[in-house]
């Protein structure tokens, strides 16, 4: 079936395809300003490779897709086939592309990074929420006009303060995670990660000082030495790994069965991290459990029986879905887009900030083949 799609500027010299309606205007302001014509999926299904080639026609310069979609190489053939010299992923992560086959035909990789730190620390701290106090399923009793008056034990659920949060993958999401039950709930904080965060542990343990100086039981951190030391010691654990061959299905059934019988999960990162399967299988038989899942492994399907778990908390990727960084998302995607397309140099700075508001600086936020193709 024919996808509609939108075009906005089109006396621009060069031609970009955005495979999916971004939010705000200063994306397109930006592709705009470099002299681009713009076209804009506007259906909701996600996009084949030939749908994506189809669109390509005599000639495009730069795309900017989903992770929703599968940029192999054959596609990146295709696109510096028809010309194009520049593909930016609507993402931080990039495991939806074959990196090395983009960098084979020549055409750089962007993502978005350093606008989604908090915002999804922020959903693993949710569903936490959620799913521990049982929000969900109170929720439903009451629009299903079960609750008939107050009784003393109701959906009763579990107290985070002064409990011990893990997390698996301790980075820049996984840390800031760690903060928002520390300080929010001065939970004892245990993580595994290949690298100590030493920035946390002292944050952490300057935080248990002036939580002592005012009469408060003082916090810790503590990196373990495993993956397997943390689950048996959290109650809950918030998963914030890569996703590649070591990670795929790192929790499966051998390891939930290592965790407390009344242990929290969440997975706001990628969702083949988990057995899907062996966590609904762990969920059924084991009530007191709880999970609560932003990623699903073969998203958008769930595995069967998922979805029929009361203790399971779900929702549909929103992990990033707050204006602000949904917005800045579509803003440096296309910033790295319009800066390649105009030859200006790679940003060699962490801090991308500095692309949201006010003149855009002349570079691309974030290239991650940059150094494979010798951009500086």
Known sequence: MSKQWTVHNPEGSQRVIVTKELPGDRWLDILVA????VEVCESSDVLTGDDIKERFGGGVDGVIGQLTEDWNADLFAALAAAGGRAYSNYAVGYNNVDVAGATAAGIPVGNTPGVLTETTAEM???LTLAAGRRVVE???FMRGGHYHGWLPTMYMGQRFHGKT???IGCGRIGAAFGRIM???F???????DLYPNERLESFVADYSELLVAHGEAPVMATRLESIDDVLRTADVVSLHTVLDESTTHLIDASRLSLMKENAILINSSRGPVIDEAALVEH???HPDFKAGLDVFEDEPAMKPGLADLDNVTIVPHIASATTWTRQGMATLAAANVAAIL???????????LTFLEGDVPKFAPSIVNAGELGLS
Do not use: F
Request: aromatic share 10%; glycine share 10%.
């Open 124 to 126: 693993a701290a949710a």
């Open 34 to 37: 470099a002299n681009c014509s």
């Open 283 to 285: 969920c059924r038989t």
């Open 186 to 192: 001065k939970m004892h904080l245990v993580y595994y």
């Open 165 to 167: 949060v893990g997390i």
């Open 138 to 140: 109170a929720d439903r």
């Open 342 to 352: 105009q030859g200006y140099p790679v940003w060699d700075g962490e801090d991308v």
């Open 182 to 184: 520390v300080e929010g």
